[in-house]
Protein backbone atom coordinates (compact mmCIF):
# COMPACT_ATOMS: atom_id res chain seq x y z
CA UNK A 1 0.00 0.00 0.00
CA UNK A 2 1.13 3.55 -0.23
CA UNK A 3 1.20 6.07 2.41
CA UNK A 4 -0.16 9.44 1.48
CA UNK A 5 2.12 12.14 2.11
CA UNK A 6 -0.17 14.13 4.46
CA UNK A 7 1.32 12.07 7.22
CA UNK A 8 2.37 14.73 9.45
CA UNK A 9 3.91 14.00 13.00
CA UNK A 10 4.12 17.66 15.50
CA UNK A 11 7.91 17.72 15.16
CA UNK A 12 7.90 21.45 15.86
CA UNK A 13 7.90 21.32 19.60
CA UNK A 14 10.27 18.23 20.19
CA UNK A 15 9.28 14.58 20.74
CA UNK A 16 5.77 13.99 20.78
CA UNK A 17 4.91 12.85 24.94
CA UNK A 18 5.16 9.00 25.47
CA UNK A 19 2.13 7.37 26.24
CA UNK A 20 1.35 4.19 28.05
CA UNK A 21 -1.90 3.36 25.65
CA UNK A 22 -1.00 -0.07 23.67
CA UNK A 23 -2.48 1.60 20.76
CA UNK A 24 -0.66 5.15 20.81
CA UNK A 25 2.42 3.14 21.18
CA UNK A 26 1.88 0.60 18.27
CA UNK A 27 1.25 4.01 15.92
CA UNK A 28 4.31 5.75 17.65
CA UNK A 29 6.32 2.90 16.64
CA UNK A 30 4.78 2.53 13.41
CA UNK A 31 5.98 6.27 12.26
CA UNK A 32 9.45 5.59 13.52
CA UNK A 33 10.06 2.15 12.23
CA UNK A 34 8.51 3.93 8.89
CA UNK A 35 11.23 6.62 9.15
CA UNK A 36 14.08 3.72 9.42
CA UNK A 37 13.42 1.66 7.28
CA UNK A 38 10.90 2.60 4.93
CA UNK A 39 7.71 0.86 4.49
CA UNK A 40 8.71 -1.99 2.45
CA UNK A 41 11.19 -3.30 4.88
CA UNK A 42 9.37 -2.23 8.15
CA UNK A 43 7.13 -5.46 9.47
CA UNK A 44 5.06 -6.00 11.59
CA UNK A 45 7.10 -7.31 14.12
CA UNK A 46 9.65 -4.79 13.91
CA UNK A 47 6.71 -2.37 14.74
CA UNK A 48 5.67 -4.40 17.66
CA UNK A 49 9.03 -4.82 18.95
CA UNK A 50 9.73 -1.36 18.88
CA UNK A 51 5.95 -0.68 20.76
CA UNK A 52 7.20 -3.29 23.31
CA UNK A 53 4.34 -5.61 22.44
CA UNK A 54 3.89 -8.41 21.16
CA UNK A 55 3.32 -9.36 17.59
CA UNK A 56 -0.43 -10.80 19.17
CA UNK A 57 -1.38 -7.90 20.89
CA UNK A 58 -0.25 -5.65 17.67
CA UNK A 59 -2.81 -8.08 15.43
CA UNK A 60 -5.82 -7.87 18.36
CA UNK A 61 -5.52 -4.11 18.31
CA UNK A 62 -5.41 -3.80 14.78
CA UNK A 63 -6.68 -6.83 12.91
CA UNK A 64 -5.80 -6.97 9.32
CA UNK A 65 -1.88 -6.90 10.34
CA UNK A 66 0.55 -3.78 8.35
CA UNK A 67 -1.57 -2.25 5.95
CA UNK A 68 -4.41 -1.89 9.11
CA UNK A 69 -1.59 -0.68 11.40
CA UNK A 70 0.05 1.92 8.80
CA UNK A 71 -3.42 3.13 7.77
CA UNK A 72 -4.18 4.59 11.32
CA UNK A 73 -0.64 5.65 11.99
CA UNK A 74 -1.08 7.75 8.56
CA UNK A 75 -4.46 9.02 10.20
CA UNK A 76 -3.02 9.86 13.61
CA UNK A 77 -0.34 11.61 11.73
CA UNK A 78 -2.63 14.02 9.99
CA UNK A 79 -5.00 14.65 13.29
CA UNK A 80 -1.73 15.53 14.80
CA UNK A 81 -0.49 18.17 12.29
CA UNK A 82 -4.21 19.59 12.22
CA UNK A 83 -4.04 20.05 16.30
CA UNK A 84 -0.97 21.41 15.70
CA UNK A 85 -1.46 23.67 13.16
CA UNK A 86 -5.19 24.65 15.22
CA UNK A 87 -2.90 25.46 18.29
CA UNK A 88 -0.93 27.90 16.30
CA UNK A 89 -3.95 29.77 14.68
CA UNK A 90 -5.96 29.93 17.58
CA UNK A 91 -6.45 33.69 18.80
CA UNK A 92 -4.60 34.70 15.62
CA UNK A 93 -6.66 37.84 14.19
CA UNK A 94 -5.77 38.87 10.62
CA UNK A 95 -5.52 36.97 6.79
CA UNK A 96 -2.14 37.77 6.80
CA UNK A 97 -0.83 35.77 10.44
CA UNK A 98 -3.17 32.95 9.33
CA UNK A 99 -1.55 32.57 5.69
CA UNK A 100 1.77 32.84 7.37
CA UNK A 101 1.36 30.51 10.12
CA UNK A 102 0.10 27.69 7.58
CA UNK A 103 2.67 28.20 5.47
CA UNK A 104 5.86 28.19 8.10
CA UNK A 105 3.68 25.30 10.19
CA UNK A 106 3.18 23.51 7.12
CA UNK A 107 6.61 23.91 5.39
CA UNK A 108 8.46 22.79 8.87
CA UNK A 109 5.99 19.84 9.67
CA UNK A 110 6.63 18.04 6.27
CA UNK A 111 10.99 18.98 6.24
CA UNK A 112 10.74 17.59 9.72
CA UNK A 113 8.94 14.31 9.47
CA UNK A 114 11.81 11.79 9.05
CA UNK A 115 9.39 9.09 8.27
CA UNK A 116 7.95 11.11 5.51
CA UNK A 117 11.62 12.56 4.39
CA UNK A 118 13.09 8.43 4.05
CA UNK A 119 10.11 7.74 2.30
CA UNK A 120 10.51 10.35 -0.13
CA UNK A 121 14.41 9.96 -0.61
CA UNK A 122 14.32 6.36 -0.37
CA UNK A 123 10.63 5.02 -1.65
CA UNK A 124 8.84 7.84 -3.51
CA UNK A 125 7.43 5.52 -5.71
CA UNK A 126 5.08 5.24 -2.10
CA UNK A 127 4.32 8.68 -2.13
CA UNK A 128 4.83 10.77 -5.27
CA UNK A 129 1.62 8.80 -6.76
CA UNK A 130 -0.33 10.58 -4.19
CA UNK A 131 0.68 14.24 -5.89
CA UNK A 132 -0.98 13.52 -9.20
CA UNK A 133 -3.99 12.68 -11.17
CA UNK A 134 -7.20 11.81 -8.96
CA UNK A 135 -5.48 10.84 -5.75
CA UNK A 136 -3.98 14.65 -5.63
CA UNK A 137 -7.63 15.90 -5.26
CA UNK A 138 -8.10 13.99 -2.12
CA UNK A 139 -5.11 15.95 -0.26
CA UNK A 140 -6.41 18.92 -1.92
CA UNK A 141 -9.85 18.27 -0.29
CA UNK A 142 -7.80 17.86 3.49
CA UNK A 143 -6.46 20.62 2.86
CA UNK A 144 -9.71 22.44 2.30
CA UNK A 145 -10.95 20.89 4.89
CA UNK A 146 -8.10 21.62 7.62
CA UNK A 147 -7.20 24.92 6.26
CA UNK A 148 -10.98 26.26 5.05
CA UNK A 149 -12.77 26.76 8.43
CA UNK A 150 -9.15 29.51 9.43
CA UNK A 151 -9.74 31.44 6.19
CA UNK A 152 -13.38 31.87 6.32
CA UNK A 153 -13.81 34.37 8.88
CA UNK A 154 -11.55 36.72 5.78
CA UNK A 155 -12.61 35.29 3.16
CA UNK A 156 -16.00 33.93 3.18
CA UNK A 157 -16.59 29.56 2.44
CA UNK A 158 -16.23 28.56 -1.04
CA UNK A 159 -13.40 31.39 -1.10
CA UNK A 160 -11.86 29.73 1.65
CA UNK A 161 -11.45 26.49 0.63
CA UNK A 162 -10.11 27.31 -3.02
CA UNK A 163 -7.12 29.24 -1.00
CA UNK A 164 -6.90 26.35 1.23
CA UNK A 165 -6.28 23.85 -1.42
CA UNK A 166 -3.92 27.09 -2.98
CA UNK A 167 -1.56 27.02 0.15
CA UNK A 168 -1.92 23.51 0.00
CA UNK A 169 -0.52 22.79 -3.68
CA UNK A 170 2.48 26.00 -2.88
CA UNK A 171 3.54 23.76 0.56
CA UNK A 172 4.21 20.69 -1.39
CA UNK A 173 5.55 22.21 -4.93
CA UNK A 174 8.13 24.69 -2.28
CA UNK A 175 8.73 21.58 0.28
CA UNK A 176 9.16 18.88 -2.75
CA UNK A 177 11.24 21.42 -4.90
CA UNK A 178 13.12 23.61 -2.72
CA UNK A 179 13.24 27.50 -4.17
CA UNK A 180 16.89 29.79 -3.50
CA UNK A 181 14.47 32.31 -3.18
CA UNK A 182 11.67 31.53 -0.95
CA UNK A 183 12.29 28.83 2.02
CA UNK A 184 8.37 29.14 3.34
CA UNK A 185 10.15 27.18 6.70
CA UNK A 186 11.32 30.76 7.07
CA UNK A 187 8.99 33.32 9.22
CA UNK A 188 10.43 36.16 7.13
CA UNK A 189 10.48 34.59 3.44
CA UNK A 190 6.64 33.45 4.29
CA UNK A 191 6.02 36.61 5.06
CA UNK A 192 7.51 38.43 2.48
CA UNK A 193 5.55 35.47 -0.25
CA UNK A 194 2.38 36.29 1.60
CA UNK A 195 2.56 39.51 1.08
CA UNK A 196 3.83 39.54 -2.29
CA UNK A 197 1.81 36.82 -3.93
CA UNK A 198 -1.01 35.48 -1.68
CA UNK A 199 -2.57 38.36 -0.32
CA UNK A 200 -2.24 39.99 -4.07
CA UNK A 201 -3.94 37.01 -5.74
CA UNK A 202 -6.55 36.99 -3.16
CA UNK A 203 -7.63 40.62 -4.00
CA UNK A 204 -6.27 41.54 -0.41
CA UNK A 205 -3.03 43.97 -1.20
CA UNK A 206 -2.27 44.61 2.62
CA UNK A 207 -3.45 43.08 5.40
CA UNK A 208 -1.60 43.76 8.55
CA UNK A 209 -4.11 43.94 11.39
Known amino acids: MA ?3 LAFRDTTDGPRTTTAAPSARVLGATITCLGRWGLGKTTLDDIAREAGLSRATVYRLFPGGKDTVV ?4 DAELAAFEHGLAARLTGVGSLEEVLVTTLTYA ?3 MRDHEALQFLLAHEPDQVLPHLAFGNFDQVLAGAALIGGPWLQPHLGAEPAAR ?3 WVARIVLSYALSPSEFFDLGDDGDARTFTRTFLL ?3 GKATDHG
Open 71 to 74: RAAV
Open 200 to 202: PGL
Open 163 to 165: AAE
Open 3 to 5: VTP
Open 107 to 109: TRS
